[in-house]
DNA sequence: CGGAATCTTGAGCGGCTTCAAAACCTGTGG
DNA sequence: CCACAGGTTTTGAAGCCGCTCAAGATTCCG
């Protein structure tokens, strides 16, 4: 569950007035591995997680998925609604856990958007920490190893959705999505998980990393 | 120069307001190779491409250039300044030719947004229209060779800067540019570029390529 | 005309990917 | 409780795309 008051698409915004907002919402629960957007569907709601864990993806022709998120509680997706006439869907979201969700139709959206400019404006900002991200990860692609990129990835997705562990920090995830998140094959993946196991840097399961030594992890 | 009412920015704003808003700019003019303005700088301005022509790049941590985008008349850059507390700007912006740029500083901004809430939305379909493309670009960077790409890359900036001749399309560009634009080595790009040209499919000289069958290149 | 920027070409090679196959986990149902 | 089927992970071998590096050719501009 998450604090109101810290997610980003109410910064700014008076208790009383995220109160209104958030009563203007729908609720629903979704169970694990529910797609609940696809890419290019026509853009109607906006949705905010409340619980669980989301995956955001975009679609290559050949129909491989490329992830770009793991969305936590507090996140929003299908940000394109605010638009007046909403194109599409650009990714795919799909959960990875049973989440409860938040939506508000194109409808309500636009009136509290023009109620609140505000919540229009963090949507703009949303959009534009997505960029950022797109552009860090573009540069990573262009300019280092892979291996460099599965560091990144492994410690960006332990620092945002690990679980503190006495003996480091858990991460849940399959060597699919790691190898996915960095741009990299999942054979490579493997390999280079299993050179960091051997080093002791991490230990590997089935589904679930341990980062044993996170500043390991970005100087190798 | 620019047809106003068919700025993206302007969108679904009436002859008047548009008349206002823009009588709110002020009007700067720079020659080539002149950087307005550059990566993490605050971001106080937005900009409007009047005239003339715009490379927006990003900085790898080693300093390389990483082309993102032309921009030509209409394009407006610095849509970070639309937000109360903005970071830095996300990008560099250098004329490529003379060209003169409205510009409208953040105080002045905010208050534009607040009166016609128009135009925060279409600062929002600007960013997502640049995270689709650049979700195109990494599709394109992980799952096409260098050679679909670069095809990719000199249709898109023919279509979009291109001049029409008898002959075909010309576009003022250099290898190297067009490189950047699509992931790829210098080396590669003029080896490509070279064997097309073999094949008649385009006609090159320093600085400039010709377009003469637009839909080769993609099929090749 | 000189010099800087741009473009070409060749050789070599290395990091990843692809493909195949086997080993391994883990939850489910008999 | 065990067995089995599905998903997941590992490992090896082979190959290739595109990069790096070096050097030269060409074009343009002052």
């Known amino acids: 569950m998450f604090e109101p008051s810290s997610v980003q698409l109410f910064a700014g915004l008076s208790r009383e007035e995220i109160r209104i907002i958030l009563a203007a919402a729908e609720e629903r629960n979704f169970k694990k591995f529910y797609t609940i957007i696809r890419t290019r569907e026509p853009a109607t709601h906006l949705f905010l997680l409340k619980t669980g864990c989301?995956?955001?993806?975009?679609l290559t022709e050949q129909g491989r998925e490329i992830l770009?998120?793991?969305?936590?509680?507090?996140?929003?997706?299908?940000v394109d609604a605010f638009l007046s006439d909403p194109a599409g869907y650009m990714g795919t979201a799909k959960t990875v856990t049973d989440s409860e969700v938040l939506i508000w139709n194109h409808r309500v959206?636009?009136?509290?958007?023009?109620?609140?400019?505000?919540?229009?404006?963090?949507?703009?900002?949303?959009?534009?920490?997505?960029?950022?991200?797109?552009?860090?990860?573009?540069?990573g692609l262009v300019s280092n190893t892979a291996r460099e990129r599965l560091a990144w990835a492994l410690s960006r997705l332990g620092s945002r959705a690990g679980h503190l562990l006495p003996e480091g920090v858990e991460v849940r995830v399959r060597n699919e999505d790691l190898a996915s998140l960095a741009d990299v094959s999942i054979f490579t993946a493997s390999r280079?998980?299993?050179d960091w196991e051997r080093k002791g840097i991490v230990d590997?399961?089935?589904g679930r990393v341990l980062i044993r030594c996170p500043e390991k992890l970005l100087a190798a």
Chains 1, 2 share one sequence.
Do not use: E, W
């Open 192 to 194: 280079i998980l299993k």
């Open 109 to 139: 959206i636009q009136h509290l958007a023009r109620t609140y400019p505000r919540l229009a404006q963090n949507a703009l900002r949303t959009a534009l920490r997505y960029l950022a991200s797109y552009a860090r990860r573009h540069i």
């Open 54 to 58: 989301v995956d955001f993806y975009i």
């Open 68 to 78: 770009l998120r793991r969305l936590l509680p507090g996140s929003v997706f299908g």
């Open 204 to 206: 590997k399961s089935r």
